[in-house]
């Protein structure tokens, strides 16, 4: 193996990284700025975990470190990096469609992939009407929050807007 191979792929696998980070970035963005190295490191961390852990453990492992960097609340952290998973997802789907398009596939796995982007097209659309009615729900939210603030319980009141904020950038 030619150490210039090796050393290609380590380059454009740190800029792929780098490449994240800049879209969580921006994913992130409406729970406050953040600086690209933390979001950087923390994918990192969580690469890692995922290949130490099981279950995708790393995805926490990244939510804790960025929240306790950033000072953001984990659940709007860990809300933005579901939308990040979905935006993987989406992309897997339409380089897949194109794949099943071009290569003939078995049938279960024909079957597999319909469920899937129906579920995914399921999703985007309840999101694009979720977003013509996004002042109408942060108003209830808000509403929802200050019920619990009053009754002593502003950390739940706090995730549950930090959630909201997370996904909003959909």
């Known amino acids: 193996v030619s ?11 740190i800029y792929s990284v780098w490449v994240r980070a800049q879209r969580w970035r921006i994913l992130i963005s409406p729970l406050g700025m953040t600086k690209t190295k933390v979001l950087f490191e923390s ?4 690469y890692l975990g995922n290949d130490v852990l099981p279950f995708r453990l790393g995805e926490v492992l990244r939510a804790a470190f960025a929240a306790r960097e950033t000072k953001l609340l984990i ?4 809300a933005s990096i579901l ?3 979905l935006l993987d997802m989406l992309s897997f789907l339409i380089i ?9 596939v078995a049938d279960w796995a024909q079957k597999v992939a319909a469920i899937g982007f129906g579920a995914l097209v399921g999703f985007f659309l309840i999101t694009i009407f979720m977003r013509g009615q996004r002042d109408r ?13 009053e009754v002593g ?3 739940l009141a706090g995730h549950i807007l930090a959630i909201f904020k997370g996904i909003e950038t959909i």
């Open 153 to 155: 319980k502003n950390k």
């Open 137 to 149: 729900i942060l108003v209830w939210i808000k509403a929802w929050a200050a019920r619990k603030e």
């Open 43 to 46: 994918l990192l961390i969580g």
């Open 75 to 78: 659940s709007g952290i860990g």
């Open 96 to 104: 897949a469609a194109f794949f099943y398009m071009f290569y003939p």
């Open 83 to 85: 939308v990040d998973r």
């Open 3 to 13: 150490i210039s191979y090796i050393l290609l792929g380590a380059v454009i696998l």
